[in-house]
T-cell receptor, first 112, second 111 residues
Framework: QKEVEQDPGPLSVPEGAIVSLNCTYSNSAFQYFMWYRQYSRKGPELLMYTYSSGNKEDGRFTAQVDKSSKYISLFIRDSQPSDSATYLCAMSAAGGGNKLTFGTGTQLKVEL | SQTIHQWPATLVQPVGSPLSLECTVEGTSNPNLYWYRQAAGRGLQLLFYSVGIGQISSEVPQNLSASRPQDRQFILSSKKLLLSDSGFYLC??????????FGQGTRLTVV
């Protein structure tokens, strides 16, 4: 079993839809959670960072963490064609070099 | 915020040739530095990380090595490339227990 599980998609939604992206994890030591957006042939771009259970909002993006269920989500409101990309969840444990463990990424396409 | 510079963006190298990929970081001091490799559909695999000058930890046995000659410089090397070394190589930087920032990557094709 992988430490971090993420549905690879592809996920196709119409413009303006609310998108829900999810990851589950098995390592209870993970305390820091990130979502990255990656366009084709580019490096990952940090979207959200959180270290506590609950919700964190930034513009059209909301990150949700449920440590008791080992489940994190990213919601995108009013999705745009420019949101079409691969979304990667990542997480790390405290101390020990801050190494990130990534999901395999979910490919999202927002259609006009 | 941090800026991570990686070069070259693309590279085609013959089997058996040496490799040197360089990463430099701006906007932070004494960061943790990382080399990841990304294969299609497989997410990011951590290859090396460094918590300071000259301190390198390897995550997987492989044909590659890393060095950190300066605080904000991280180099990925190989003496003899294999076909299996092809991939998308990403350098990342972050302070302990915070988020990590990535460069734009080097796409390496070994032929």
């Amino acid at each position: 079993q992988k430490e971090v599980e993420q549905d690879p998609g592809p996920l196709s939604v119409p413009e303006g839809a609310i998108v829900s992206l999810n990851c589950t994890y098995s390592n209870s030591a993970f305390q820091y959670f990130m979502w990255y957006r990656q366009y084709s042939r580019k490096g990952p771009e940090l979207l959200m960072y959180t270290y506590s259970s609950g919700n964190k909002e930034d513009g059209r993006f909301t990150a949700q963490v449920d440590k008791s269920s080992k489940y994190i989500s990213l919601f995108i409101r009013d999705s745009q064609p420019s949101d079409s990309a691969t979304y990667l969840c990542a997480m790390s444990a405290a101390g020990g070099g801050n190494k990130l463990t990534f999901g395999t990424g979910t490919q999202l396409k927002v259609e006009l | 915020s941090q800026t991570i510079h990686q070069w070259p963006a693309t590279l085609v190298q013959p089997v058996g040739s040496p490799l040197s990929l360089e990463c430099t970081v701006e906007g932070t001091s004494n960061p943790n530095l990382y080399w990841y490799r990304q294969a299609a559909g497989r997410g990011l695999q951590l290859l090396f990380y460094s918590v300071g000058i000259g301190q390198i930890s390897s995550e997987v046995p492989q044909n590659l090595s890393a060095s950190r000659p300066q605080d904000r410089q991280f180099i990925l090397s190989s003496k003899k490339l294999l076909l299996s070394d092809s991939g998308f190589y990403l350098c990342a930087s972050g302070q302990p227990n915070t988020e990590a920032f990535f460069g734009q990557g080097t796409r390496l094709t070994v032929v």
